[in-house]
């Protein structure tokens, strides 16, 4: 059974970072396709960024490119999501994705 637990989450202010992170269980990492997403409030959920297995380059939606930076620790089985220079839109609920299982979320707040 695959879980997925996202962590890290919290309030910073704009143009500051985050790591975030996902426990992931039940696959194995290092050769699996994983996504992180995000919802805004009042939004549409929002596809942010997916590592491939092996060491394909990692691919990110437009607005957050040169901005965030998604990893694994195969040896953690973990995946993370660095955030540098956040916005203020850049606030939502992030969650780490495997073919449309989710995990309960972190919640990342910018603010001004």
């Known amino acids: 059974q695959v879980q997925l637990v996202e962590s890290g989450g919290g309030l910073v202010q704009s143009g500051g970072s985050l790591r975030i992170s996902c426990a992931v269980s039940?696959?194995?990492?290092?050769?699996?396709?994983m996504d992180w997403y995000r919802q805004a409030p009042g939004k549409e959920l929002e596809w942010v960024a997916r590592?491939?297995?092996?060491?394909?380059?990692?691919t990110y939606s437009g607005s957050v490119q040169g901005r965030f930076t998604v990893s694994r620790d195969n040896a953690k089985n973990t995946l993370s999501l660095q955030m540098n220079s956040l916005k203020i839109e850049d606030t939502a609920v992030y969650y780490c994705?495997?073919?449309?299982?989710r995990g309960q979320g972190t919640q990342v707040t910018v603010s001004s």
């Open positions: 590592i491939f297995e092996g060491d394909s380059v990692p």
């Open positions: 994705w495997h073919f449309g299982l």
């Open positions: 039940g696959l194995t990492l290092s050769s699996s396709i």
